[in-house]
């Protein structure tokens, strides 16, 4: 049995267990309900690849160093109320605000505020492969293990309590825009230490600790999570009492409670939805520019998929103007790159694969490719970058068997898809990718580097030196003008090679009910909790 599956099966084994659990009451006099479809691995961003903990979970039981403002996308403090850059990029030197409490359970009373061993612990824990806690609960980091962090942070020093100081191998331009993904959180040293004393640590990952709005109340496998709000929450006390994010329903069963005020905010819609939801005067949506990329992706070590000239002629197949119209209805544009255009990296020259059926045929005829029997791996819920992944394969099935390629359909959940996809078993995977950074070097590394094919985040399983060097390069630069010269280059190497062909980048979606108020949207796929309230409420 892999490590991979090893560890998801014990996740799945532990995270049935409660917290601690506030009085219940009645949630529409003390908060709110929150439907999405996902699976929940971790409470850990730092040990998710992407999903329910990292878009939802992780903007209310963490913070981090650094924020992201969902309005301008530039970096503003957030745990860390100043920083330096040292070394032409090759040193980081973060101030911490005073006075930040981290949250208080049944099993956990803090005797200190946070400080610089925090951070240190924090991050010391993923890029110390020697760290004691480094292997904790599987030593899986899928994020900063595909940006290869372990080998370039030479190391996280404590100058003072309140100054932490990185040191990198190399200068490192995206290196801020890394400290403010939701992948980093700031950890309690001091949980960790009376978790080590009590030989518990495995409960890090899954009875969480933070500095958020809200902290863990309640979690049923499969059906809900209970937030209960922190009230020594230093940006100050969430107005609503508690949270309560429903697992239980997909597609039609989260629009039917979201009709019938089960649901108060009903995450990803479907596009196909839309007309419901904008002619219920009851109902409120927010629509926002989104950084995220649905693709497609080729396992390029399985042939025939290993010869571009076979990725490119299949890529003809592909009829992405009716994706548009069937999966989207409007809410999303045409990828020509793997960045989205919102990217301040993304190139205007970069072309949409045309649709071009009898070309492909010819191709793959002229290749010597007959009878092709491809394996497509799914998701079965939907996605922040796709309302409808088991629709949009549906599609895609049906544009490769008019040219003669037999398409099956796998659906599968959670973290078997990973399982599936590096069992290398599939030829092909629906995927996507969404983060909170605006730097360009969030979509390369994750998705396409070779260092992500071991974090088990580049389902292409390609491995190009000359692309990973052009990455390095727009890393070493701190002039933006070269390193946009370097991701222009990068994504030349991609429209060539096509290791992934880009599909789609959508707008955020999110509907709720007309009383909610004080959920801002942010177009990196989170929102906050700490600021909403019902419009008809006292303060609680």
Partial sequence: MSKLLCSLLLSLSVLSAPAWSAPAGDIRQTGFVYCVSGTLNTFNPQMASSGLTVDTLAAQLYDRLLDVDPYTYRLKPDLASSWEVRDNGATYRFHLRSGVQFQQTNQFRPSRALNADDVVFSFARMFDRNHPWHNVNGGNYPYFDSLQFSDSVQSVKKIDNRTVEFRLNSPDASFLWHMATHYAPVLSKEYADQLTAQGRQEEMDRQPVGTGPYQLSEYRTGQYIRLARNPHYWKGVPRLQQAVIDLGSGGTGRLSKLLTGECDVLAYPAASQLTILRDDPRLRMTLRPGMNIAYLAFNTRKPPLDRPEVRHALALAINNERLMESIYYGTAETAASILPRASWAYDNDARIT?????????????????????????????????????????????????????????????????????????????????????????????????????????????????????????????????????????????????????????????????????????????????????????EK
């Fill in 354 to 538: 045309s649709y071009d059926p009898e070309k492909s045929r010819a191709a793959l005829a002229a290749l010597g490719i007959s009878d092709l029997h491809l394996r497509l791996v799914v998701p079965a819920a939907s996605q922040s970058w796709n309302p409808s992944p088991l629709k949009t394969a549906e599609l895609l099935q049906a544009d490769l068997a008019q040219v003669g390629v037999r398409l099956t359909i796998v659906p599968v959940e959670g973290r078997f898809q990973e399982a599936q996809l590096m069992a290398m078993n599939h030829d092909l995977t629906l995927s996507g990718w969404a983060t909170d950074s605006n730097d360009p070097d969030s979509f390369f590394r994750p998705l396409l580097s070779c260092a992500a094919i071991r974090s088990q985040t580049n389902y292409a399983h390609w491995c190009s030196p000359a692309f990973d060097e052009t990455l390095q390069n727009a890393l070493l630069s701190q002039q933006l003008s070269g390193r946009i010269d370097s991701y222009d280059k990068a994504q030349q190497i991609l429209a060539q090679e096509l290791p992934v062909l880009p599909l789609a980048s959508s707008l955020r979606l999110q509907a709720f009910r007309h009383d909610i108020k004080g959920l801002v949207l942010s177009p990196f796929g989170n929102a906050s909790f700490a600021g909403v309230y019902r419009e008809s409420d006292k």
